[in-house]
C-alpha cells in the first residue's frame, strides 16, 4: 500500500490498484497566491505516485471561490486578451 500525504489531501493506492484521495473539507489550507480562491486541499502541482513499475502524475487542487475578490485592471486586460470579452 502507498500513502502520500500533501496540504490536507491524503492519497493511498492499495494493492488492488484503487486511488483514494481524501480532503478534510472542513479545513481551509488558505487563501490562492492570486486571492481569487480559498484551498481546501493541494498536492501543489503535480505529484509523483509510484504503483508497480510505473510513476504516476497527480495533480488535485479543491478550491472554493473567494467571494471578496475584486478583478483588477490587470486581470480584466488578461481576459479580454484570452476570451476576446
Not at 473567494?66 to 484570452?82: C, G, L, Q, R
Amino acid at each position: 500500500m502507498i500513502n502520500k500525504e500533501f496540504s490536507n489531501c491524503k492519497v493511498t493506492v492499495d494493492e488492488k490498484g484503487i486511488l483514494t484521495a481524501v480532503i478534510d473539507l472542513k479545513k481551509n489550507v488558505g487563501l490562492s497566491a492570486s486571492g481569487k480562491s480559498y484551498n481546501m486541499g493541494t498536492t501543489s502541482g503535480n505529484a509523483k505516485i509510484p504503483f508497480q513499475d510505473k510513476i504516476l502524475n497527480l495533480g488535485i487542487n479543491c478550491y472554493v471561490k473567494n467571494d471578496k475578490y475584486v478583478a483588477t485592471a490587470e486581470d480584466k486586460a488578461k481576459y479580454s486578451k484570452i476570451f476576446g470579452k
